[in-house]
């Protein structure tokens, strides 16, 4: 909060500024929203860099590049074309850093916090915006944007093309996607793009052969330790989440949730773990692929005390994808597994096995 105050006496009702580029748009009262880029406020190289990018910068570095952002809000309906719909577009769609000429009616030094989408210092209410500076445009985004397809299948295309799930959340809420193309609030679109293209992952997954042996890979950021099993068989995906006391969404208890699907999915929303489970999810299909290998997968998370503040879903995604550059310890049997993932995690390892649906299953792989 002082961070973000202090930023806010500097700050005049109209700026001349970049943005990563970054969009974001509320949920609030939908189909009329808020809209609109996030500028930068303060100079942070680190600001104008990818969330992905932010893995391995410590908490305090996070914090501040994201008080450096401050939030353009104009309230639009998604269903309607608006001039700043268009300028959110161009925005979106540019591969570098756009500069942005912008008059508020109005400055709020309150941070907005979410557990999907990073911090964001600042908002202002706009009066007008200009996009001072010519984005730089991809000729293969706009190729596969520009014909008429459902939203999914550009999203596949994109990813397949080397598009990261950033991206293309980004292109889908700024309207950029789709056959009638419509804002959609940046919650729904990070959860959106991680659940497409890991179902598009998955029917891959389902064709490979089973893994022979036992996995496990381990890996910690911002007080978020993540310990990764990999047990043959076909694909079943499960994850724990195990809040500490004093963390975000614990503040004063322990908690523990499990989400799961078995080898045909989920048709469900996985509502005590939210776009946590989908981001998770998206980076063990990945990994699967680049393996081509099936297996039954259980994911434990344990948040500590020391993260307080949410900065996203990245956070879990990339931390998992990291996890997967270490070489991975091998097991010849479950319980040899467990035992070594129980002397990583804070929990008793029976507080997981009893809730689990995989692990309570006996196979050969148990002894």
Same mark, same amino acid.
């Given at each position: ?60 570095? &996070? ?57 964001? *210092? ?8 200009? =996009? ?29 093309? *080397? ?33 497409? &293209? ?13 893994? @022979?042996?036992?996995? =496990? ?32 969404? @614990? ?45 039954? =997968? ?58 689990? @649906? ?10």
């Amino acid at each position: 909060m002082s961070r973000v105050k202090s930023v806010a006496k500097t700050l005049k009702k109209e700026i001349y500024s970049q943005t990563p580029p970054s969009v974001f748009v509320g949920r609030e009262n939908y189909p009329r929203v808020f809209t609109g880029p996030l500028l930068l406020a303060c100079e942070n190289t680190l600001a104008l860099k990818t969330p992905k990018e932010w893995y391995g910068h410590s908490y305090h570095e &996070i914090l501040e590049a994201c008080s450096s952002l401050l939030r353009v809000k104009k309230k639009v309906d998604v269903r309607y074309p608006e001039k700043i719909r268009e300028s959110v577009k161009e925005i979106a769609l540019s591969e570098k850093p756009v500069y942005i000429e912008a008059k508020f009616s109005k400055l709020f030094a309150l941070p907005k916090f979410s557990a999907f989408f990073h911090p964001i *210092g600042m908002s202002g209410k706009l009066e007008k915006i200009a =996009v001072a500076s010519n984005p730089k445009v991809s000729q293969k985004v706009e190729k596969i944007l520009e014909d008429e397809l459902k939203a999914s299948t550009q999203a596949i295309m994109l990813y397949e093309k *080397g598009y990261d799930v950033y991206e293309i959340s980004r292109f889908l809420s700024a309207g950029c996607m789709g056959i009638e193309k419509r804002i959609v609030p940046t919650r729904w679109s990070i959860t959106a793009a991680d659940d497409v &293209i890991a179902n598009y992952l998955r029917e891959k997954i389902l064709k490979f052969p089973e893994i @022979s042996e036992i996995l =496990v890979w381990s890996n910690e950021h911002l007080d978020n330790h993540f310990e990764i099993l990999f047990i043959p068989g076909s694909w079943r995906f499960e994850q724990f989440e195990a809040w500490f006391p004093g963390s975000y969404w @614990s503040m004063h208890r322990f908690s523990i949730t499990v989400e799961r699907e078995s080898f045909r999915g989920r048709t469900s929303y996985a509502e005590e773990q939210g776009g946590g489970y989908y981001a998770a999810r998206l980076a063990i299909c990945e990994q699967l692929v680049k393996m081509k290998k099936q297996a039954s =997968v259980v994911v434990f998370r344990e948040i500590y005390k020391g993260y307080v503040i949410p900065v996203g879903v990245w956070e879990i995604r990339e931390t998992i994808r990291k996890a997967f550059e270490k070489s991975a310890e091998k097991f010849s049997s479950i319980s040899e597994a467990l035992k070594a993932i129980s002397q990583r995690l804070r929990v008793p390892i029976e507080e997981y096995v009893k809730r689990s @649906s995989i692990l309570s299953q006996k196979t050969l792989w148990n002894f």
